[in-house]
């Protein structure tokens, strides 16, 4: 008989064996740890018995949606200040406060949404959060990279950058089913999630805030806050001509 995710962790890999089932995650990758960096802060069950490379690698994965952010505010803070990694580093959070406050709420105590068994997280698991900000955030850069804020790039640019965006982001959805954290549907849903919001997020900034920067960030280098020192690299003034994407959104005009 299979144990719902919420019943306590098991502590021995014949006891994770028995409690979820012998073709069960947390039976292959046995105990988690319940260490509050990993359990709390990262919500990903890293594995503590027999830890392999690929328990590390995607143990790795499971933190990269708070590691990004974490790395982007650094260097905004300490290098330099611009509405792109702005931008980059407020996606996280907004897609959070968004699932939480609508989507979590609204799907409730559903059949779904239990964790896999044995899970060291204890929140409901539908959807992925850790899904929807890889997969979000990495289209949305994905499309700065190819039509916003790097389409004058040379090819070759282009193409290393969206490479490694991929190899960052994009094995996140598949790390959360490996540790044991979701279910496939969770993940699905997750990812699904993501590709909305990095469509809705390219979209509103590209071609509703980003026409409003140069004059905000003049007004900022005059007034009160001109000690942020804030550049313009997401929408300089002379980007205001038509991009391949521009007759969708001002058709009307």
């Known amino acids: 008989m299979h144990v719902a995710a919420k019943s306590?962790?098991?502590?021995?890999?014949?006891?994770?064996?028995?409690?979820?089932?012998?073709?069960?995650?947390?039976?292959?990758?046995?105990?988690?740890?319940?260490?509050?960096?990993?359990?709390?802060?990262f919500s990903i069950?890293?594995?503590?018995?027999?830890?392999?490379?690929?328990?590390?690698?995607?143990?790795?994965?499971?933190?990269?949606?708070?590691?990004?952010?974490?790395?982007?505010?650094?260097?905004?803070?300490?290098?330099?200040?611009s509405w792109t990694r702005l931008f980059a580093f407020l996606f996280i959070p907004i897609v959070a406060i968004i699932n939480a406050v609508i989507l979590v709420k609204s799907l409730g105590e559903c059949s779904e949404c239990?964790?896999?068994?044995?899970?060291?997280?204890?929140?409901n698991g539908m959807p992925s959060g850790h899904a929807t900000n890889?997969?979000?955030?990495?289209?949305?850069?994905?499309?700065?990279?190819?039509?916003?804020?790097?389409?004058?790039?040379e090819l070759v640019t282009k193409a290393t950058a969206c490479a490694g965006l991929i190899l960052l982001f994009v094995p996140v959805p598949y790390s959360r089913m490996y540790l044991g954290d979701h279910t496939a549907l969770q993940v699905g849903i997750g990812s699904a999630d993501g590709v909305i919001?990095?469509?809705?997020?390219?979209?509103?900034?590209?071609?509703?805030?980003?026409?409003?920067?140069?004059?905000?960030?003049?007004?900022m280098m005059k007034g009160r806050f001109q000690f942020i020192k804030m550049f313009n690299d997401f929408y300089p003034v002379k980007e205001d001509r038509p991009t391949a994407l521009a007759p969708l959104m001002n058709s009307e005009q």
């Not at 979820?20 to 960096?37: A, K, L």
């Not at 503590?48 to 790395?71: C, K, N, Q, R």
């Not at 239990?114 to 929140?123: A, I, K, L, M, T």
């Not at 979000?136 to 389409?151: D, H, M, R, S």
């Open 197 to 219: 919001f990095g469509l809705v997020y390219f979209f509103v900034l590209r071609y509703v805030v980003g026409k409003r920067l140069p004059s905000a960030t003049e007004r």
């Open 134 to 153: 890889a997969i979000g955030l990495c289209l949305w850069l994905i499309l700065e990279t190819l039509l916003g804020v790097g389409k004058q790039w």
């Open 45 to 81: 069950s890293a594995p503590t018995e027999s830890v392999g490379f690929w328990d590390v690698v995607f143990s790795f994965y499971g933190m990269v949606p708070y590691l990004v952010p974490a790395a982007i505010a650094l260097e905004l803070i300490f290098h330099r200040r």
């Open 114 to 123: 239990e964790r896999p068994c044995g899970s060291c997280v204890s929140s």
């Open 8 to 41: 306590p962790p098991c502590s021995t890999l014949e006891e994770c064996c028995s409690l979820c089932g012998d073709d069960s995650e947390r039976c292959s990758r046995g105990p988690c740890s319940m260490n509050v960096i990993t359990r709390t802060f």
